[in-house]
C-alpha cells in the first residue's frame, strides 16, 4: 500500500474540524489540526426569528485548518468534506442566497403540512424510502417555496456540496447526503422527478449526482495559494453518518451500528433498500451508503438531550463538569425513563422542563438534580438503541450478534454499559472520530493508497483504532 496523507472537513452539529489521516502499513493515523465550534444563530427575518448556521464563520476555519494541516504535511493527496445532513443554501448565479437554515428552525413543521397536502406520507416513501421527520430537505424547500425564496435561487445545494463548490467551483450532489433529502429515488438513485414536480420543485435546482470517491476538481487558484499548493478535491460519504459507517472497526456482515453523536443514527447496512410497509410504520430510513449499500435506520436524539440540558443548566449559571456530572450519574441505582423520540424534545430550549413533563407522563420519578437528568437521558437512550437494534434486524432480517457505538457517544461508559445490557448484546465502542475515518479512507482509495472494498476499508479502522468492548451484565 503507498503512504501519504489527505485532510477530511468533517463538519458537525455542534463542532467542526479538519483532521489529516496519514495512511500507511494498513493503517491510519488521524490527527484534529484545527477544532471549530459551531454555534448557530437567530436572527430577526421580519415577522420572526429564525434559526441559521453560521457558514461563513465555519469556511473561515476550515481555510485556516487546512493551511495549518499542508504546513505539517508537506503534501496532501485530497480534500473532503462530510457535515450533517439535508440542511442546504440557495445560490443564485453561484452566489450564496442567505445563511442556510438550521433544521431545528421551526419552519419544517410548516413546511411538511404543505407537503403532506400535496402527497401523502406513504406516497413519499414508496418513492424515497426516507422516513418521516420534519428536518429533511423536502419540507424545508417547501418552506422556501411558499415564502418566495425558491424562486429566487437557481441552485441548491446540500453543506458538504456548497463547502466543495467553495473549494473549487463545481457543482455536485454527491449521493449519500443526497439521499437525506427525501427527493432521492431510492430504486434508481437518481432524482425522483416526478415527485420533484409534484412538489412544485423545479428539476434544475438540483446538481448533478456524484458517487462518494469522486474527483470533483482542484482548489480555486486563490485558494490553492493562501493554503499554499494545489491539492485535489474529492467526494465521500458526504453525510457524516455515511462516513461513520465506512469508519467502524467492524468485521463481517453481522453488526448493526449506532453512530451517537448530535444525533444517535441506530440500524443495520444493507445490500438493498428495505421497502416493507412494516419498515415504514415504524419509521425506519433508508439513506444511501458508500459503495451502493443502504443504511436501514433510525433517527433517535441522541446526545442533543444532554447537551441542550446543560446549555440550560449553563445559562441558569451553573457550572458544569460533565466529566463529574456522568460518573455521579453512574453512581446512581437506576434512572427515569421517557422516550428519547418524544417529537417536543426536538426544537432547542428548555430540555430539563420537557424531560421532566415526558417522566411525569411516563409515570416515572421526575428527575430533580442535573446527575438524574443525565441519568434518565442515558438510560432511555439505551433502550431506544437496544429497541432500534432489534427492530433493524426483524425488519432487514439480518443476524446482528455485535453492536458498534461510534462518534462522541462512544466515550460516554454510562451509555455504552447500558445500551449492553439493554441489548443483551456486546458493545464495541470506537472510534470516537469515526465520521473522519471513512471520510479520510474513502478520498484515500479514491487517491489509489489503500485499495478494495469496505471490507477491507474497516479492516484498517479496526487495525488503526482503539475500541473498548462492553459485555451485556446480566442481573
Ligand atoms: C447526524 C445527521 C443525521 C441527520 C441530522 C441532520 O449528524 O447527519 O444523520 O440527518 O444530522
Given at each position: 500500500m503507498r503512504s501519504g496523507s489527505v485532510a477530511a472537513i468533517d463538519l458537525g452539529a455542534t463542532s467542526g474540524r479538519v483532521v489529516v489521516g496519514r495512511v500507511a502499513d494498513a493503517a491510519v493515523r488521524l490527527q484534529i489540526v484545527q477544532r471549530f465550534e459551531n454555534n448557530p444563530v437567530r436572527h430577526w427575518e421580519g415577522t420572526t426569528e429564525a434559526l441559521h448556521w453560521n457558514l461563513l464563520e465555519q469556511y473561515r476555519s476550515i481555510r485556516i485548518g487546512l493551511r495549518a494541516a499542508l504546513r505539517q504535511e508537506g503534501e496532501l493527496h485530497s480534500i473532503a468534506v462530510d457535515s450533517w445532513g439535508v440542511d442546504y443554501g440557495l445560490l443564485r448565479d453561484g452566489a450564496l442566497l442567505g445563511n442556510p437554515y438550521h433544521y431545528r428552525d421551526e419552519r419544517t413543521a410548516r413546511g411538511m403540512r404543505a407537503t403532506h397536502e400535496l402527497i401523502s406520507p406513504e406516497a413519499l416513501y414508496a418513492v424515497s424510502g426516507l422516513q418521516v421527520i420534519p428536518i429533511n430537505s423536502l419540507y424545508q424547500l417547501a418552506d422556501d417555496r411558499l415564502a418566495g425564496r425558491l424562486a429566487a435561487g437557481d441552485c441548491a445545494l446540500l453543506i458538504p456540496d456548497l463547502i466543495t463548490y467553495w473549494l473549487t467551483g463545481r457543482l455536485v450532489a454527491e449521493r449519500t447526503n443526497a439521499s437525506t433529502t427525501g427527493l432521492l429515488d431510492v430504486r434508481t438513485r437518481e432524482w425522483a422527478t416526478d415527485l420533484l414536480e409534484r412538489l412544485s420543485l423545479p428539476r434544475d435546482l438540483f446538481p448533478e449526482l456524484v458517487e462518494a470517491g469522486t474527483p470533483v476538481g482542484a482548489l480555486l487558484p486563490g485558494l490553492a495559494e493562501e493554503i499554499g499548493a494545489q491539492i485535489p478535491v474529492h467526494t465521500v460519504g458526504s453525510h457524516d453518518t455515511a462516513s461513520a459507517v465506512v469508519g467502524l472497526p467492524a468485521v463481517g456482515d453481522d453488526f448493526a451500528y449506532v453512530s451517537c453523536g448530535t444525533w444517535a443514527l441506530v440500524g443495520v447496512e444493507t445490500?438493498?433498500?428495505?421497502?416493507?410497509d412494516a419498515g415504514r410504520r415504524e419509521n425506519f430510513t433508508n439513506e444511501g451508503g458508500v459503495d451502493g449499500r443502504t443504511r436501514y435506520l433510525k433517527n433517535i436524539m441522541g446526545l442533543w438531550l444532554q447537551s441542550e440540558s446543560i446549555r440550560t443548566w449553563e445559562h441558569a449559571g451553573r457550572q458544569i463538569d460533565l466529566t463529574a456530572l456522568l460518573a455521579e450519574a453512574a453512581a446512581l441505582p437506576g434512572g427515569a425513563h421517557f422516550d428519547a423520540n418524544d417529537p417536543r424534545l426536538l426544537a432547542p430550549g428548555d430540555m430539563p422542563a420537557r424531560i421532566a413533563q415526558c417522566c411525569a407522563e411516563a409515570g416515572q420519578p421526575v428527575p430533580q438534580t442535573p446527575a438524574q437528568f443525565v441519568r434518565a437521558i442515558n438510560e432511555s437512550l439505551a433502550d431506544a438503541f437496544a429497541a432500534a437494534v432489534h427492530a433493524a434486524a426483524a425488519l432487514s432480517g439480518k443476524e446482528v450478534r455485535v453492536v458498534h457505538i461510534a462518534g462522541g457517544g462512544s466515550q460516554n461508559a454510562l451509555l455504552c454499559q447500558l445500551a449492553a445490557d439493554r441489548l443483551g448484546l456486546p458493545v464495541i465502542a470506537g472510534p470516537v472520530e469515526a465520521t473522519a475515518m471513512g471520510n479520510v479512507l474513502v478520498q484515500a482509495r479514491a487517491t489509489g493508497l489503500p485499495s478494495g472494498s469496505l471490507d477491507s476499508l474497516r479492516a484498517i479502522v479496526a487495525a488503526s483504532a482503539p475500541t473498548r468492548r462492553f459485555e451485556p451484565r446480566t442481573h
Open positions: 445490500e438493498h433498500p428495505v421497502l416493507t
